[in-house]
């Protein structure tokens, strides 16, 4: 104690004051810093991790938004809290969000847990780099560079480039400027004034990104024609073929066309082959967007369901989804090779990419990014690939397509279930019909009341907490439910659960 008064005796004797701010030692508390990090974790570890696979726990503890605003004391004030308090708050975070690692969890195009992609961000978020320059982020820029590589040579290139991106939006949009920027580099200095009418096609399925990002760039939604699709949700190249035939006939200028492999609802897979034989004839850019399915580029027994591919200028695909990388995990690959990437995005700026720099500048990627700062995405899904290794991957996706089987012969099995249509991928669609309209004759009334069906089981099973199974009307069919399987803590009998509860929480309907 009398050394400790003595040192901070000796430093208010030699402080240096700037604006009455004491400038000596560091401002923060570091023991206290580490403890309380050190008890965060463990709450971390048994209250997330180690309840991940519990099938007895909930998978959301429901509060309507007002009285949630109360429990967790969302107010910032003048003076911090207590360890203790703060420690309370984590608690209360974690225990009224949805546990999106449980086995029961069905409501997205992601779930699970991998638990290597989870160090992995651990460190990252502990080491807060920014992926632009090798000088300040060498070892990631060096795992993103190894992790496109391997993506391309699955999506069947040769050579290629890519980029790790914050969501598969942005990778559509980023290939939508990209294509824009090959057919007229001219509107990165000049801009859109003097071009022609710019027109993209896609599939009436597609991403709701796509308008989006149409939208963003000053293409216009007006400028995206959408594409019939068949009964499966596949695009009909017969009717591409007329569309980019029409635009040429209006004096529009056709640049892009956007194919969809897994799409959002109904996991349909495009022609990739018939669409790419269109693109070559008319030059234009294809952009596959794989975020949902490019992940089935792994398995051996499924890639055949992205076939073509390959011919493709570009593909968005993401690992958080299927491969449980952990979001955000976003790459989009380009075939071109010729540092089209960076002289698209480029803006050259000499404070970080200096050109007589003491090492090799092309590691500098962070020019071929539209973001400054950028998170080490691809880590996580390399440190979990090297832990795994391809066919460990390759059985997640096995096993999740092979349980979206089981599921589909279960409903056809079952009275009161009905699929939309027989699944080719780990999206399952399909109604429940309670036993008071089963008796009813097919009609408006009868979609009517089934419309209403899933919402209420919808709510039923939030507010149990017992599942989250998601659910939509589509392309003028009424609400029905989507069950997505990707966890490979999913087991059979989570998929028994499943249409167990629902006839349970429907049988009064």
């Known amino acids: 104690v009398g050394i400790c008064k003595e040192e901070m005796a000796q430093k208010k004797k030699n402080a240096i004051l700037v604006d009455g701010v004491i400038l000596n030692g ?22 997330v991790i180690q309840k991940a696979d519990d099938v007895t726990q909930k998978v959301c503890e429901w509060r309507a938004p007002e009285t949630l605003k109360q429990i967790l004391d969302l107010e910032m004030r003048d003076t911090g809290e207590s360890h203790q308090k703060l420690l309370q708050l984590c608690q209360d975070v974690i225990q009224y969000s949805v546990k999106t690692s449980h086995p029961r969890f069905f409501n997205q195009l992601y779930a699970g847990i991998d638990y290597y992609s989870l160090v992995a961000r651990f460190i990252t978020e502990a080491l807060n780099p920014s992926v632009y320059t090798y000088e300040v982020s060498p070892v990631f820029l060096l795992v993103e560079e190894a992790v496109i590589k391997k ?43 003097g071009l022609p009418r710019l027109v993209l096609f896609t599939s009436e399925e597609c991403h709701y990104s796509m308008k989006k990002a149409a ?13 019939k699709t068949d009964e499966r949700g596949k695009m009909i190249p017969e009717e591409l073929e007329k569309q980019v035939q029409r635009a040429r006939k209006e004096g529009s200028a056709p640049f892009l066309v956007c194919a969809t492999a897994g799409t959002t609802v109904l996991g349909a897979f495009d022609p990739l082959d018939k669409i790419a034989d269109i693109c070559e004839k008319h030059g234009l850019w294809l952009h596959v967007d794989a975020s949902w399915g490019g992940s089935a580029l792994i398995s051996r027994k499924h890639r055949r369901l992205l076939h073509g591919i390959h011919r493709a200028d570009s593909v968005a695909w993401n690992p958080h989804k299927m491969l449980l990388a952990g979001i955000q995990c976003c790459a989009l690959l380009v075939k071109d090779n010729s540092g089209l990437l960076k002289k698209c995005y480029s803006a050259k700026a000499a404070y970080l990419f200096q050109q007589d720099k003491f090492y090799d500048v092309s590691y500098d990627t962070g020019d071929k990014s539209i973001q400054c700062s950028r998170r080490p995405d691809a880590f996580k899904f390399w440190l979990m690939w090297k832990a795994l290794g391809t066919t ?35 999206n399952v669609c399909f109604w429940y019909i309670p036993p008071s309209l089963r008796q009813m004759e097919d009609g408006p009334e009868f979609w009517q009341k089934l419309h209403q069906v899933a919402p209420i089981i919808k709510e039923r099973m939030m507010k149990k907490g017992s599942m989250m199974l998601g659910y939509q009307p589509h392309q003028g069919k009424v609400n029905f439910f989507r069950q997505v399987v990707i966890s490979p803590h999913v087991s059979r009998e989570d998929m028994d659960f499943l249409l167990d509860e629902i006839e349970l929480l429907a049988k009064d309907l």
């Open 151 to 193: 993506m391309i040579e699955f999506v069947g290139w040769e050579e290629g480039d890519g980029i790790f991106n914050p969501g598969g939006s942005v990778s559509n949009m980023y290939a939508m400027n990209l294509a824009r920027y090959k057919f007229c580099p001219e509107i990165k200095e000049k801009g859109l004034s």
């Open 26 to 47: 560091p401002i923060m508390d570091s023991k206290a810093g580490e403890k309380f990090v050190e008890e965060a974790f463990k709450v971390i570890m048994e209250e």
């Open 215 to 227: 939208a963003f760039l000053g293409i216009g939604t007006e400028n995206v024609y959408f594409i």
């Open 392 to 426: 460990g991957l390759e059985e997640r996706v096995n096993r999740a397509l092979a349980l979206a089987r089981y599921l589909v012969e279960e409903i056809k099995k079952r009275e009161g279930f009905q699929l939309l249509l027989e699944p080719e991928y780990a």
